[in-house]
């Protein structure tokens, strides 16, 4: 088993889930993607989750960002599972779930951790550019449900990122100032940021956001 890494290249698999075989790679084309493991069906923490994401899609689908989920069990347990999910939540689930009872993916993503449980996923999240590399990895303990307000807001600042000579400040949020990166000089930056940009240090330069 391998640690993944920032900058790494995704895995590719092929499974069975809730919207037909997914091939990975294939699947999520060219395109962002957040694929996010649950310790397994039928609990109640990873109930309120999957509800919460499909509540969400309109706003991943407004990214350009392909959801899955994978957990453990059987894709009969899963098909099962999402009556529970809509029963609770209000949500229908609106994207694959896929079934990993033999653990291959987890195992390819790191996603079983001995020391919290060694037949379970712990709760990891992994954002994954269009160039399959990873951009972001999460991981949560077993009992701490996960904020996707705050998967979508980092994946706002890699998607802004990925495009312009900006970095973002803590709390960032979609339409706030962005830092001007430290490779630019004070040239290179007023000629990419036509805006303008305030020196409060000289290593750090402040923008309006670029794309807006």
């Known amino acids: 088993m391998t640690t993944l890494r920032l900058g790494d290249k995704a895995p590719d698999f092929s499974a069975s889930s809730t919207e037909g075989t997914i091939d990975f790679h294939d699947w999520k084309g060219d395109a962002w993607a957040v694929l996010f493991s649950h310790p397994r069906d039928f609990t109640p923490v990873c109930t309120t989750e999957l509800g919460r994401v499909a509540g969400l899609k309109p706003e991943f689908d407004r990214r350009g960002v392909k959801v899955a989920g994978v957990s453990v069990d059987s894709l009969e347990e ?89 970095a973002t400040p803590a709390d960032w949020r979609d339409g706030e100032d962005c830092i001007v990166v430290p490779a630019l000089s004070d040239e290179e930056a007023r000629a990419r940021f036509p805006k303008g940009f305030e020196a409060r240090k000289p290593y750090l330069r402040v923008t309006p956001q670029p794309n807006r």
């Not at 999910?85 to 790191?110: Q, S, W």
């Not at 705050?150 to 000579?165: K, M």
């Open 78 to 166: 899963h098909r099962a599972w999402a009556g529970d999910i809509e029963d609770v939540t209000g949500h229908a689930l609106n994207f694959p779930l896929i079934a990993d009872p033999d653990r291959k993916v987890a195992h390819l993503y790191d996603m079983i951790h001995p020391n919290a449980d060694d037949t379970l996923t712990v709760r990891s999240v992994f954002v994954i550019g269009p160039d399959n590399t990873i951009k972001l990895t999460l991981t949560y303990p077993a009992s701490t449900g996960r904020n996707f307000d705050e998967v979508l807001r980092v994946i706002d600042s890699l998607q802004l990122t990925a495009g312009y000579a900006v």
